[in-house]
């Protein structure tokens, strides 16, 4: 606990010491940290789990490069695969990875972004979008996260 300050009494160094270390343990405590700090857990006994931090990854997918979905017809309804590269994020484990979609106006007619079942690992994926209309060009977000 933290010494009070009683108006009047002076302000000593070892008081503000204390304060200064008591700010410091309670932002510890909090989670909030800014770019470039360090965090150091000296002198606790964690329990594997006890920590879990999550990693985040966006980019886009197809290596930035727009996505060209062939207009759909009775004889033309397959679906255009996409790379998913995250491997800048370093990850060690399987992330999840979400998908959205930047179209041109008014050219909105195809099927939401999946990711093919079986191809995520912890540095890339494979995605695949249908079309349902004329041809179009699409550009595919993601961000990974890594649980």
């Given at each position: ?7 009047g009494?002076?302000?000593d160094?070892?008081t503000l010491?204390?304060?200064k ?20 857990l ?5 329990n594997?789990?006890?920590i879990?931090?999550k990693?985040?990854?966006?980019g ?21 695969e ?22 041109e106006?008014n050219?909105t ?6 990711i ?5 690992g912890i ?17 595919i977000h993601?961000?990974?996260?890594q649980?």
């Amino acid at each position: 606990m933290s010494q009070t300050f009683n108006d009047g009494d002076p302000i000593d160094a070892s008081t503000l010491q204390n304060l200064k270390t008591e700010v410091a343990r309670a932002l510890a405590l909090s989670g909030v940290t800014t770019s470039g700090s360090t965090i150091t857990l000296e002198g606790r006994s964690l329990n594997p789990g006890d920590i879990v931090a999550k990693k985040f990854y966006a980019g886009l997918a197809n290596d930035g490069k727009s996505l060209s979905l062939p207009a759909t017809s009775a004889s033309n309804k397959n679906a255009v695969e996409f790379d998913i590269d995250y491997s800048a994020a370093n990850f060690t484990k399987k992330p999840f990875i979400a998908l959205t979609v930047a179209s041109e106006s008014n050219k909105t007619q195809f099927y939401p972004p999946v990711i093919v079942r079986g191809s995520v690992g912890i540095s890339s994926a494979k995605g695949q979008i249908q079309n349902n209309g004329p041809a179009r060009s699409l550009i595919i977000h993601f961000i990974a996260i890594q649980m």
